[in-house]
């Protein structure tokens, strides 16, 4: 089985290739296994024909990111500025990351399920705006 290139895998993304994303994932990463992005830059990318889940981004840049949704998404230590959650389900696990200027609205969802048995996403030691805080512990989001 050939081995995936992460790189390439990114800049299919960033292209907005499907079809390239595809070729560059499969088999070599199926449905369910991590996809690790490392020092990549995906800003302003809208990751709408993406989903996201097992996604992996470790210092990258996802300033102004758009459409980022699918269960678990993984962020540790890049800058995650101003994208856009709007109508977004997600369970994000984040650490040392930068939200500051998030986008959100009432269809945004963080939290899947209710009392102990939800899924909730964690921010940790992230950057957030006071207003991002509040919706987000509204919600039951584990901010630390």
Do not use: W
Request: hydrophobic share 40%; with cysteine; aromatic share 14%.
């Amino acid at each position: 089985m050939k081995k995936a290139d992460n790189h390439k895998i990114a800049a299919a993304i960033r292209a907005g290739n499907l079809p390239a994303y595809q070729r560059q994932r499969y088999p070599a990463i199926p449905d369910g296994e991590i996809v690790r992005f490392t020092s990549e830059d995906f800003s302003n990318v809208d990751f709408d024909k993406f989903a996201m889940g097992f996604f992996v981004f470790d210092n990258c840049l996802l300033d102004g990111a758009q459409y980022i949704y699918g269960q678990p998404i993984y962020f540790k230590n890049s800058s995650v500025r101003d994208v856009d959650f709007r109508s977004a389900a997600a369970i994000i696990k984040a650490e040392n990351c930068d939200f500051r200027g998030m986008k959100y609205d009432d269809e945004t969802k963080f939290v899947y399920g209710s009392g102990k048995l939800a899924v909730r996403s964690r921010f940790v030691n992230c950057q957030l705006d006071d207003k991002a805080r509040e919706f987000l512990l509204r919600q039951g989001v584990e901010v630390g």
